[in-house]
């Protein structure tokens, strides 16, 4: 038996994560072409069987459940559905979907950007693959529903950490990217961004177009993030001193810990990112207030 060959062009979640990525470039860089956006509007647009497949991928991302006797339950839910999408169609039209990233990106780049949750997308792919061919590893496949059944029992991250409700509802966008119909862009997330919290700003934007344009290059982000984050926290300490409500004393002071104790590592991960940004609108919303 053979173990499953995990290919990002088959992925589904994969390819979609990707455009979703480019389509923040678009939108940080003021492409008013919005090739990607376009792409996806066109290719997993309700009724397709990429989109079907896509909502299957996401129910196995995003939910949970307390017992593994019920994740379990819920996997089998989830493949079943699978089992019932038109498999002749949705592999015509991820070949058509693939055909047009092709004649619009540079392809190795496209592909070669990090994915946080690569592990679980490429387990989703391996178990579906299972279903629909025999003669697969049986221990190869088990793994990847072992995998499976673990995200799905796994504790949401707590938001302790976060420097206050708000931001922690904000950060809850950027890392789900609002995954509900999905135009789930990030262009959809700075559109809400903008509309509940004013504009984005010069330094944020710029945080976000070099990390997206960067993300590959881990040493010349992290040099950057380093920098806007020491920044960050010398304006925070900087305006603290100005600040006369208690309570937002408290909440600076947390920010500024928070800020403190990331822990820089051979990669920037998006979590980080989120805190920093959310970080300078906090202190964008100060400057308003504290002459």
Same mark, same amino acid.
């Given at each position: /038996? ?14 979609? #994560? ?32 990429? =989109? ?24 089998? /839910? ?21 055909? #047009? ?31 629909? =061919? ?26 302790? =950490? ?10 809850? /966008? ?65 305006? =603290? ?51």
């Amino acid at each position: /038996m053979k173990k499953i060959k995990h290919s990002k062009f088959k992925n589904t979640g994969v390819l979609f #994560e990707l455009l979703v990525r480019q389509i923040t470039l678009e939108v940080l860089n003021g492409d008013k072409t919005d090739v990607a956006k376009k792409i996806v509007k066109e290719f997993f647009a309700p009724g397709k069987e990429l =989109n079907k497949e896509l909502r299957l991928y996401e129910l196995l991302l995003k939910e949970k459940y307390n017992s593994e006797n019920r994740a379990e339950k819920f996997l089998d /839910m989830v493949c079943e559905q699978y089992l019932k999408l038109d498999n002749t169609k949705l592999s015509r039209e991820k070949y058509n979907l693939i055909k #047009e990233i092709k004649n619009n990106f540079d392809i190795e780049q496209f592909l070669s950007s990090p994915i946080s949750n690569y592990k679980v997308l490429a387990s989703i792919y391996k178990v579906f693959e299972s279903k629909v =061919n025999n003669g697969y590893d049986i221990k190869d496949v088990f793994n990847s529903k072992i995998t499976l059944i673990e995200n799905i029992t796994s504790k949401p991250v707590s938001q302790n =950490n976060k420097p206050d409700a708000e931001s922690a509802k904000l950060l809850e /966008m950027y890392k789900k990217q609002d995954k509900d119909i999905r135009l789930l862009t990030y262009k959809i997330l700075v559109e809400s961004f903008n509309k509940k919290y004013t504009h984005l700003d010069t330094t944020q934007k710029s945080i976000l177009r070099e990390y997206i344009n960067n993300v590959n290059n881990t040493s010349k982000f992290k040099d950057f993030f380093v920098k806007e984050l020491n920044k960050t926290i010398l304006e925070l300490k900087s305006i =603290n001193n100005k600040v006369c409500d208690v309570i937002t004393n408290i909440k600076l002071k947390e920010t500024i810990s928070v800020l403190k104790s990331q822990k820089i590592g051979k990669t920037i991960s998006d979590n980080q990112v989120s805190v920093l940004l959310l970080s300078q609108e906090l202190l964008k919303e100060l400057k308003t207030k504290v002459k």
